[in-house]
């Protein structure tokens, strides 16, 4: 499985932007990048997904680099309630059935928001 | 509203008793999977299933044993829990393994002595 990397922890203020880094330098052409986020006590919540252009839903804006090998998740305006684990997953968009389309969770970034 | 249940949401069990944890979706998702998050080591997948009577083993499924008989259930079972599995367990669900949003359960956090 196509492997990523994300810094352990960030911190942020409350109501200023916050830019999730994502490093993915082996994804394969079909492989799709998720965004979940972990709230304390809570199961995983999707956030956001994409494949090659730019995404943006209700929730966050998804960055993807030209050549795909990195990503980054923009929340616009971080609120106390966005202290989360996020965590950014590949899963591979060609090949129906089989365990490529698992979502595989890595430690993901704790983010903090402060005050 | 579109959601996956689990129950119970806390178990508290012995040692080689028989459990079940339940999980249902009500939206029809042909795709269903079960993950234990442990401190450090993150969500792992016990099982997934593709689809009713179509289960597959995930990366820690020693232990447990799944069913499909129906597509909105998808329980997990634990035939000789040990303390080893004391765990924060999820159900999760999506329309296809694929891309689609997947949804997850609130958790079982169960505990064996």
């Given at each position: 499985?196509a ?56 929730m ?16 616009h ?39 | ?30 795709y ?28 820690v ?49 169960l505990?064996?002595?």
């Open positions: 499985d492997k990523t990397t994300q810094p352990n922890s960030m911190e942020s203020n409350e109501e200023e932007p916050v830019h999730l880094p994502c490093n993915h330098s082996t994804i394969s052409g079909t492989d799709y990048i998720h965004w979940y986020r972990q709230l304390p006590s809570q199961g995983p919540e999707y956030v956001i997904h994409g494949l090659t252009s730019n995404v943006n839903n209700r966050a804006s998804l960055a993807i680099a030209e050549d795909r090998k990195s990503s980054t998740l923009i929340l305006r971080a609120t106390l309630r966005d202290a989360a684990v996020y965590y950014c997953i590949l899963r591979d968009g060609g090949n129906y059935g089989g365990s490529q389309g698992n979502l595989i969770f890595g430690k993901g970034t704790k983010l903090s928001v402060k005050p | 509203e579109a959601q996956v249940t689990q129950n119970p949401r806390y178990l508290i069990t012995v040692t080689g008793k028989k459990l079940t944890v339940t999980c249902s979706q009500n939206m029809n998702h042909e269903m999977s079960w993950y234990r998050q442990d401190p450090g080591l993150g969500l792992r997948q016990i099982y997934y299933s593709m689809n009713v009577e179509v289960t597959d083993k995930g990366d499924p020693e232990g447990y044993k799944v069913s499909r008989k129906e597509k909105r259930n998808f329980p997990l079972i634990l035939e000789s829990p040990s303390p080893n599995q004391t765990s924060l367990y999820f159900c999760a669900s999506s329309l296809r393994p694929l891309n689609t949003e997947a949804f997850f359960g609130q958790g079982t956090r505990t064996v002595v």
